[in-house]
């Protein structure tokens, strides 16, 4: 186990592109943009006031306040909301925040599996892996630790800045009123919770999706030009098959649910107080099998693979 430390500060440093610097680039991005915008809110200077009916109270924004700043309404917004409304208005607006990194992060994991044993048969780097004393199955055990849980750890950090930078230019646009930004924001934020659902996302999908990033690791160890096709064309036959010989979408319900869970990935909360039944279930079970069998595979092809 010695080895695998070294194996992974290799697969940083040969990727870190896009395991570092795509994701820095990202989080710089969005943090200027959320700071121009609040810098434009600041100086665009509106005279209306906008009501908002919260029971049987109406509140005003004062002159102070400009009609066009996008902060300044959601904080009124929040004020006249019940506490358990805030939870629930902030929870989606931290989990938008982290939208476009989760996003860039699937296709980071897909293609970095998918590239990741194809690439040394290409660049004949295999032959000098081969010639250390380090094993086939460590080799990819690196890879899938690499690209299953640590890469999303740094994308999940500059996902906790980016929603850390908002509650504090809420913060900001709250100055020189008299909204409470404890009571109001800072308070009802489920921050920690946050963070802590996608720590939990992120182990869940990893065993959830093991079928698939299996069959990621598996063709990049097989394919001997192309391996984008073989990841699709092969399953695509399949499901034709399938349909010919069934006329039931099987194989192919159960590969696409296990490929973008699209129902837990929506994180809401009735749907992450079903993970430990998730985890327990004879789909968690199938999947696992699924995805160690074509690890094994993988792991037995890297032994006999040699240069493309």
Do not use: C
């Amino acid at each position: 186990m010695n080895q695998l430390p070294v194996l992974i500060r290799r697969e940083f440093w040969e990727n870190r592109t896009t395991f570092v610097v795509l994701p820095a680039i990202t989080t710089g991005f969005l943090l200027l943009m959320m700071l121009l915008t609040l810098l434009v809110s600041a100086t665009n200077v509106v005279d209306m006031e906008v009501e908002i009916q919260s029971g049987q109270d109406t509140k005003f924004l004062n002159d102070s306040m400009r009609a066009d700043n996008i902060y300044a309404f959601a904080l009124y917004q929040l004020e006249g909301r019940s506490t358990e409304e805030r939870v629930q208005y902030i929870n989606a607006g931290l989990q938008a925040l982290g939208g476009p990194l989760i996003g860039i992060l699937w296709f980071v994991m897909v293609f970095y599996l998918l590239d990741s044993l194809y690439r040394d048969r290409r660049d004949r780097s295999i032959f000098f892996w081969k010639s250390m004393p380090v094993s086939d199955a460590m080799t990819v055990i690196s890879k899938l630790v690499t690209g299953l849980w640590l890469v999303p750890l740094v994308y999940l950090l500059g996902v906790a800045l980016l929603q850390l930078a908002a509650m504090v230019m809420l913060s900001i646009a709250a100055l020189g009123t008299e909204i409470s930004m404890v009571e109001t924001v800072w308070g009802p934020a489920p921050l920690l919770s946050n963070w802590i659902q996608y720590l939990g996302a992120l182990l869940f999908y990893s065993l959830w999706a093991l079928p698939f990033f299996g069959w990621l690791i598996a063709v990049s160890a097989y394919a001997k030009s192309v391996p984008l096709v073989w990841v699709i064309g092969v399953p695509l036959a399949m499901t034709i098959v399938e349909r010919i010989v069934v006329d039931q979408p099987l194989f192919a319900s159960w590969m696409w649910d296990h490929m973008i869970p699209l129902s837990f990935l929506n994180m809401e909360q009735s749907v992450a107080d079903n993970i430990v039944n998730l985890l327990l279930s004879l789909q968690m079970l199938s999947a696992v099998v699924v995805g160690g069998v074509l690890i094994v595979i993988a792991i037995w092809l890297r032994g006999k693979a040699d240069e493309i």
